[in-house]
Structures are given as structure tokens and as C-alpha cells.
């Protein structure tokens, strides 16, 4: 999409579509209040009101959309009038509409665009790759906006914030393509290859490990969990940017369960179609490393995925296994279907070759996750409080909370096995603080969070105008939040 951002005001713009977002109980112009019959409008948050001035006004169109209380907005509500003005852009079968950008003392105008842009793009999303009829309202596209600012000195900072929310858009789109793709097409080697075009496009060092490779470096965990496909697993390594002695790297991981039967402990079938997006977290990572490539943000980043399909047949690992992960600890496998933490395992010791100052690893790891937060909250899981403070901040600021749990040492003891160093789980109490415990038995004393995105990866009643049915993207918008915030503390 193509945006520019101008001074002035879009009610006295010719455009095809003007939209105007106002605060519930703001006083209208007189020409607009002429054009409505009274209380037709409030501003309630999302309440819309479609205008044709004829003359009264430049616009051929005019659209209302409420903020609510303008006490209360925040850039989230910014990102879903956005994404509500742009969804009538295309119902209109318009190429392109112009927004004021609201701002308050809590939003200011660099923060209002961005989040403006980002729930444009987001509204705008389908997945409709695999349909051969598409109809012309679907192929249909929005391709240009122009925005408006009220203060001609916010322009220079808000075309660079319309810049970021572009290239975050561009990120969430990318993992809502992969969680969306379907198993038989996003396989492990597929992510592999998408790995390998962004290190083409951004300049980013890439390696994939194939099974050969994988045996020779002792990744124990991810080929247990993959030996009963036909699909081979891959770890995949992404690079952007170099380290420093004063600024270590920083290790995106990301679970790639490209799809999930349960192995030998099967699932139900009900829903199981879904678990193509048992691969969100990986999906997640390339789309925040797509933001970072389109960014350059100055930071060395490493993204490390473990990618597997986890199959049930005559070769795949069973209950009663023992394994020996990446860092030479044996796991006592109690539960197939509880494989997304042993691949994190080999990831996480991997990382740890970076001495990293920070590994944040997100993954759809728990259904006691879905159960404790439901699909609103990531749950997140530290040894590092600054690191999980930092984290938390990005996620309020980005608008994909999460909320802290406990890692206390009972939790840990809960895991040793009687046979095997550790096992893989531990009974049904706790379950999402039993698998992180697991799995910071491989991170060491290096800072780490864990990002447990089962609630939040999908969704089949969207709760915010920028979602449709199916893969979120969540995550990627709160790593670009994070990786900014480190910028700006090593600036």
C-alpha cells in the first residue's frame, strides 16, 4: 500500500473516501452536523456513520468512525478504526480513502499513524491463495491512503512511523500466511525456503540443517519428534546484523510444529485440521524478522527455528522413549503429543552458542494456556525479571499483552524424572508453568522469556476489527516493540 502523509484536515480534501474519527460527544462542524439527523452519531468506539455530501464538502464520501471516550483511547483503538475505515474502502470497491490521524497526549501523532497503518493493512487481510474463483470483490484491493495531521511539524516523524507500521504490516502478514498455510504445503522444508528468500531480500545469513546434518550435531530432540513423518524436519538459523562486545545478540525462537496429529498419543479428531498452526511461533519469528530486514534495525538478531511434523507410524517416537537432546540431556517421554517443548529444548541450547543477552522463545505449547487466559493474554515465563519487564512493556505498548507466571523451584522439581534426566510432562495441574519449567532446563543463566501464544495464535471469533478468522500473527508486532526498545536503550 501506498501512503503519504500531508497537513490538514480530510474533510476539506477531495477524495473518494474521507474518514474521520471522532471521540464520543465531540462537537461536529456545522456542515457535517447539516448532512446528519440528530443523535444518528456519538462516537461510540466503532459506532460508523457513511455521509454523501453532494456539496456541502470536497469528499464524495465521508465516514464517521467512533473512538469512545477520548480519555480512554489508546493506540489499539487507533489500529481498529483503521482497520475498520479500510474494510469500507474495499466494501466500496474504492482503490484508496484519506484519514485524519487522531491524536491525544497519550497518543501522540507518530504513534497514532503507525497503529492507523498497521490495522489498515491488518483489516484488509485474507487468505485466499488456494481459491481458483475468486470473485471480484476478493481480488479487489486498496492501494493507496493519505493521511492527515492536524500540526504541520508532525509530518518528517509521522511518515517514519507510517514506514514502521508498514513494515510491522508487512510482518504480520507474513505469519498469518505460514499459520494459515495449509500442513501438506508449510512444511518444514518450506519454512526452510522462506528463511532462505528473506536472507535474500534483507541480506540476512541463513542456515538450514537437514536431517543428515541434524544427526551429525546431535539434535536429538527435534529428530525424535520428526522421525515419524515423511516430512524431514529442518533447523532453520536466520541472521541479521553483527554483534558487539557491548550489544550481544539477541535469539528469536520459534516453535515449528508445521503439524500436529499427537504422534502415538494422538488427538481427538475435532478441530484437528487447525493444528497447521501448530507452527505459529515459528511464523511469528519470520515475521518479525521480516520487520527487522525492512527496518534494519541496527541489532544483531538470530532467529533459530526447530521445524517438524509430529506423525503417528512405525517409525515415530513412543510414550516411554528415552531421547538425548542437543545439550546431552535425556528426556523420558510420558507424552508424544507434548513434543513442542522438546524441540524448543535443542533450540534453546543452540542458542546459548551466542551468549545472547537476551533468548525469547514464543510457541503454541499448552492447551492449560487456553485454559488459564483464554484469547486474550500470552502467557509468559522468565528467569530474568528486567528481560520479562522489558517484554511485558512491548506487549502493553503493541497491544499483544501477556501476563507473568511463576517458575518457582517446586515447579522445576516436578519435572526430573526417575529414569531420564527430565520428563517431558508432569500431570495435568499446571501444565503451562510444568512446560516452561522443562524447558529452562535448557536456557541456562542466559536472560530468557518464554512466550506461550496457544490462546492467542488463532482465533474463530475475531475480538478486534483487524482479525479474521484464523491465524492472528500475534507476536510479531510485540518482538518489533522489543527490538526497538532495545535500539533505543543502546542508542
Not at 462537537?27 to 444518528?40: H, P, R, V
Not at 484508496?96 to 504513534?111: L, R
Not at 519454512?191 to 541480506?203: P, S, Y
Not at 516430512?231 to 553483527?242: D, V
Request: glycine share 10%.
Amino acid at each position: 500500500m501506498e501512503i503519504s502523509v500531508y497537513h490538514g484536515g480530510v474533510e476539506r480534501e477531495s477524495a473518494p473516501l474521507a474518514v474521520l474519527p471522532l471521540w464520543e460527544g465531540e462537537a461536529l462542524s456545522s456542515e457535517i452536523a447539516a448532512l446528519l439527523e440528530a443523535d444518528d452519531f456519538q462516537g461510540k468506539f466503532k459506532q460508523s456513520a457513511l455521509i454523501y455530501p453532494r456539496d456541502a464538502l470536497p469528499a464524495r464520501r465521508l465516514l464517521l468512525l467512533g473512538l469512545g471516550r477520548r480519555a480512554t483511547m489508546t493506540s489499539d483503538t487507533v489500529r481498529q478504526v483503521g482497520a475498520l475505515a479500510a474494510q469500507k474502502a474495499h466494501e466500496l470497491q474504492l482503490t484508496g480513502f484519506a484519514s485524519n490521524v487522531p491524536t491525544t497526549d497519550a497518543v501522540p501523532a507518530a504513534t497514532a499513524a503507525q497503529a492507523l497503518v498497521e490495522g489498515a493493512l491488518a483489516g484488509l487481510y485474507r487468505f485466499l491463495e488456494h481459491k481458483s474463483d475468486r470473485t471480484p470483490e476478493q481480488t479487489h484491493q486498496v492501494t493507496h491512503l493519505r493521511l492527515f495531521v492536524a500540526d504541520a511539524d508532525d509530518v518528517p516523524s509521522v511518515q517514519a512511523s507510517v514506514d514502521r507500521g508498514l513494515a510491522v504490516a508487512h510482518g504480520v502478514t507474513l505469519a498469518r500466511d505460514l499459520a494459515n498455510g495449509p500442513g501438506n504445503i508449510v512444511t518444514p522444508a518450506y519454512l526452510g525456503d522462506v528463511a532462505q528468500t528473506l536472507g535474500a531480500r534483507f541480506g540476512m545469513r541463513v542456515t538450514v540443517l537437514g536431517p543428515e546434518e541434524l544427526a551429525q550435531q546431535g539434535f536429538g530432540g527435534l529428530l525424535a519428534v520428526g522421525k515419524g513423518s515423511a516430512q524431514s524436519p529442518r533447523f532453520i538459523i536466520l541472521e541479521h546484523g553483527s554483534a558487539t562486545a557491548q550489544h550481544p545478540p539477541i535469539c528469536l525462537v520459534g516453535k515449528g510444529i508445521t503439524f500436529d496429529t499427537g504422534g502415538i498419543s494422538i488427538k481427538p479428531s475435532e478441530n484437528l485440521d487447525q493444528m497447521k498452526m501448530d507452527m505459529s511461533g515459528a511464523a511469528a519469528v519470520l515475521g518479525a524478522m521480516h520487520a527487522v530486514g525492512e527496518l534494519d534495525l541496527p541489532l544483531h538478531v538470530v532467529a533459530l527455528i526447530s521445524a517438524a511434523e509430529n506423525m503417528p507410524s512405525g517409525t515415530a517416537y513412543k510414550p516411554g522413549d528415552i531421547i538425548t537432546t542437543l545439550s546431552g540431556k535425556t528426556v523420558e517421554v510420558l507424552n508424544t503429543d507434548a513434543e513442542g517443548r522438546i524441540v524448543l529444548a535443542d533450540a534453546l541450547f543452540y542458542a546459548r552458542r551466542y551468549q545472547p543477552q537476551a533468548i525469547v522463545d514464543l510457541a503454541t505449547l499448552t492447551g492449560a494456556m487456553m485454559v488459564a487466559l483464554g484469547p486474550h493474554a500470552i502467557g509468559l515465563f522468565s528467569n530474568n525479571q528486567p528481560l520479562a519487564d522489558r517484554v511485558l512493556r512491548a506487549g502493553q505498548t503493541s497491544a499483544e499483552r501477556a501476563w507473568q507466571f511463576p517458575l518457582w523451584d517446586e515447579y522445576h522439581e516436578m519435572m526430573q524424572s526417575t529414569i531420564a534426566d527430565l520428563k517431558n510432562v508432569a500431570g495435568r495441574y499446571g501444565g503451562a508453568i510444568l512446560a516452561a519449567a522443562f524447558l529452562a532446563a535448557f536456557v541456562g543463566n542466559y536472560p530468557w522469556v518464554h512466550l506461550d501464544i496457544a490462546g492467542t495464535a488463532w482465533t474463530d471469533k475475531p475480538s478486534r476489527a483487524y482479525l479474521t478468522p484464523g491465524a492472528t500473527g500475534v507476536g510479531v508486532r510485540l518482538l518489533t516493540q522489543m527490538l526497538q526498545d532495545f535500539c533505543a536503550a543502546q542508542s
